[in-house]
Nanobody
Framework: QVQLVESGGGLVQAGGSLRLSCAASGRTFSSYAMGWFRQAPGKEREFVAAISWSGGRTYYEDSVKGRFTISRDNAKNTVYLQMNSLKPDDTAVYYC????????????????????WGQGTQVTVSS
């Protein structure tokens, strides 16, 4: 059982930035790949970014590549998503996710492999 709690969402203008944080419970944070997904109204939940257990590898959805950066601090049991150059199409509920099955993070991108979900945080980008 793992609990994930997101924070940092809000309302920003197009071109602005936000940094999302996800705090995980327990002492085994470093054993999990971590990632972010998002879901816009009426849309399927989609993969955004993932990071391996060590932080050495990252994966991104094409539309956010070069604008978003995922990072983690295992000492703080926290994963971050820095979002720059935000667009209205980025508007969604963003969910933190953990995968204990594939620690590289590739499983999150490839098949949406997730074992634990956070509750979500709303990101709204106005035009």
């Amino acid at each position: 059982q793992v609990q994930l709690v997101e924070s940092g969402g809000g309302l920003v203008q197009a071109g602005g930035s936000l940094r999302l944080s996800c705090a995980a419970s327990g002492r085994t944070f470093s054993s999990y790949a971590m990632g972010w997904f998002r879901q816009a109204p009426g849309k399927e939940r989609e993969f955004v970014a993932a990071i391996s257990w060590s932080g050495g590898r990252t994966y991104y959805e094409d539309s956010v590549k070069g604008r978003f950066t995922i990072s983690r601090d295992n000492a703080k049991n926290t994963v971050y998503l820095q979002m720059n150059s935000l667009k209205p199409d980025d508007t969604a509920v963003y969910y933190c996710a953990a995968d204990r099955t594939d620690r590289t993070g590739w499983g999150m991108k490839r098949i949406g492999g997730v074992d634990y979900w956070g509750q979500g945080t709303q990101v709204t980008v106005s035009s």
